[in-house]
């Protein structure tokens, strides 16, 4: 079952088998990991969801210096189980491969492990700790196609919060994509393991955004078309689709992701933004609020929330929304613009500006994305204060770029010369994609 939907029940204080129940799923395995203090220990059980029926259990204690050995016991109590004639599954796994069960691959696997979950919080100084961990996991292992597929990820979405510049992020989705991948299939290249797949929608990302080559990006993610519904992969496919304005292939893409993902609340909130963008303002609305009736403390829920409501006058909603996110997550620019795009539209200018000013001097100490202070300043009527912030975002290939080109906050700056050099650069990127051979196999 999806991932986001299982954890956010979970979260919710829901039970293993009502859980199960609420996704319709056969079986669930659950656990506890407890620290003593001088080892791990971890408590499975597999439950049967139509009765409640434990239908299996282990219980398994490691010392503390060896984390990743909690995996290996229970690869070896499995194999036992099943009676794999006494090869072990962990050793079975590395039968086929020529990496050396050295002290290396331990230290990296288990650096991956501690990575893998701290960088899925979204917060700035976690994501970034996790980033330096998965950076030497795949110094010391650059086999470790998890741990890369983990690098682009992070990376990618990093580049989505504005906590690192794209430049940055393109440079470690290229280091970890450097096993290999080569979209066109070029005899030179080595071939892209199958496992590593994951790593071609965050390549074909860099593409687009970072490189503005799109022949490039649609043949990465066209190979990638095939991997199932992930929170990254199609996180990252559906802002794909958003950039191109390709909003009916963005809408039903997060549509049947949702069909699988009932309760992720990112794709019901990206889902509302996509019905924003794609001007269907009332089902926009509809789908915010059930987000914020279902997911009212998410992040996602809280920025499109703010954005939608106060474009549609309710702003005393979207002022406490981007209010309350930023006071939650300080180092979140894009919340910070939204805050001054929801005090603008209440009428409350001063304020506004007062953030914009803020972010400016921000942007003079790190890097800051100007994608969402263009429908600020049109808010407050200053136009060409609109138009400088978009240059800055389209210079800084800041990925939200060209969706804010479709924005209709931004509809009076359609018209405007500059704006139309702008949508001129997407239509001649989707121009010489059509023209390219490769493209036609």
Known sequence: ?????????????????????????????????????????????????????????EDLIVPQSCIAGLE????????????????SITAAASSGSDRSGGDQQREAFELYQRAHHEWQTLQRHRMQDSLRLLLRATELDPLQIAAKVDLVNLSVTQAFYGFM????AADLVRRAAATGVDPWGDESAPDLPVCAEAILPGFGWVNFHVDRNLPTALRA?????????????????AMFALSRHRFAEAIELLSAALRQDPFAPWLHARLAWALHLAGLQDESVDRIRQA??????????????????????????????????????????????VHAYALACAGRKDEARVILERLEWLSRERFV?????????????????????????????CPWFFQMLADPRLKPLHGRPEFIEMQAILTGMEAAAAEDPRLES
């Open 369 to 397: 994305l100007h994608s969402f202070n263009p429908a600020v300043c049109v808010e407050l009527g200053d136009f060409d204060a609109a138009l400088y912030h978009l240059r800055a975002a389209g210079e800084s290939r």
């Open 165 to 168: 510049s794209p430049a940055v």
């Open 221 to 237: 993610f066209a190979l990638s078309a095939h991997i199932p519904h992930d929170p990254w992969i199609t996180r990252v496919r």
């Open 72 to 87: 290996s016991e229970l690869g070896d109590r499995l194999a036992f189980r099943l009676d794999l004639g006494g090869v």
């Open 1 to 57: 079952m999806a991932r986001d939907s299982v954890f956010i029940l979970a979260s919710q204080g829901l039970g293993a088998q009502q859980i199960g129940e609420t996704l319709k799923a056969d079986l669930v395995l659950a656990g506890t990991l407890r620290a003593l203090p001088s080892h791990f220990r971890l408590r499975a059980e597999m439950i049967r969801v139509k009765d409640g029926a434990q239908i299996w259990v």
């Open 292 to 337: 914020l009736t279902l997911f009212p403390e998410h992040e996602g829920s809280a920025l499109y929330g703010s954005i939608i409501l106060a474009f549609h006058g309710e702003t005393d909603r979207a002022i406490e929304l981007a209010h309350s996110l930023v006071q939650r997550s300080p180092y979140f620019d894009l919340a910070t613009a």
